[in-house]
């Protein structure tokens, strides 16, 4: 029985923190439909979270790679006085991007809605994809 409560709990503060995430992370980024995104990018720093081969597949035209596994040791790249619009192939990792930068001081944070399978502008092609 003593085991069941302790499997409850678990559960309730998983819910908790997974519910904590989620509201802090719709505080921090504001997602911007393709539209809205295409009318603000150009003056921000664009930055595709996605890693380099499914960046040099296809991304946004004018923006830079720093894949979310890199993000904490090239936060150097990025200035906090400008907006920065994120993006990554649907949206997950742009939003765990976001808490990153928020930790670190930048307060203007958006991401494309939907991420890059969503984008119908631009975009630029480096080499074929292997995969």
């Given at each position: 029985?003593?085991?069941?409560?302790?499997?409850?709990?678990?559960?309730?503060?998983f819910?908790?923190?997974?519910?904590?995430?989620?509201f802090?992370?719709?505080?921090?980024?504001?997602s911007?439909?393709?539209k809205?995104?295409?009318?603000?990018?150009?003056?921000?720093?664009?930055?595709?979270?996605?890693?380099?081969?499914?960046?040099?597949g296809?991304?946004?035209?004018?923006?830079?790679?720093?894949p979310?596994?890199?993000?904490?040791?090239?936060?150097?790249?990025?200035?906090?006085?400008?907006?920065?619009y994120?993006?990554?192939?649907?949206g997950?990792?742009?939003?765990?991007?976001?808490?990153?930068?928020?930790?670190?001081?930048?307060?203007?944070l958006?991401?494309?809605?939907?991420?890059?399978?969503?984008?119908?502008?631009?975009?630029?092609?480096?080499?074929?994809?292997?995969?």
């Open positions: 029985m003593t085991e069941l409560y302790i499997l409850i709990g678990i559960l309730i503060a819910i908790l923190f997974t519910v904590y995430r989620y802090k992370q719709k505080r921090i980024l504001k911007l439909t393709d809205e995104f295409r009318e603000g990018y150009r003056k921000a720093q664009l930055i595709d979270v996605r890693e380099p081969k499914e960046y040099d296809g991304h946004i035209l004018g923006a830079r790679n720093i979310l596994t890199q993000l904490k040791q090239r936060l150097t790249e990025l200035r906090n006085d400008k907006p920065v994120l993006y990554c192939q649907n997950s990792r742009s939003m765990r991007a976001a808490l990153i930068l928020d930790k670190k001081g930048y307060k203007d958006y991401q494309l809605q939907g991420g890059y399978k969503k984008w119908t502008g631009k975009i630029k092609k480096t080499k074929k994809l292997d995969y």
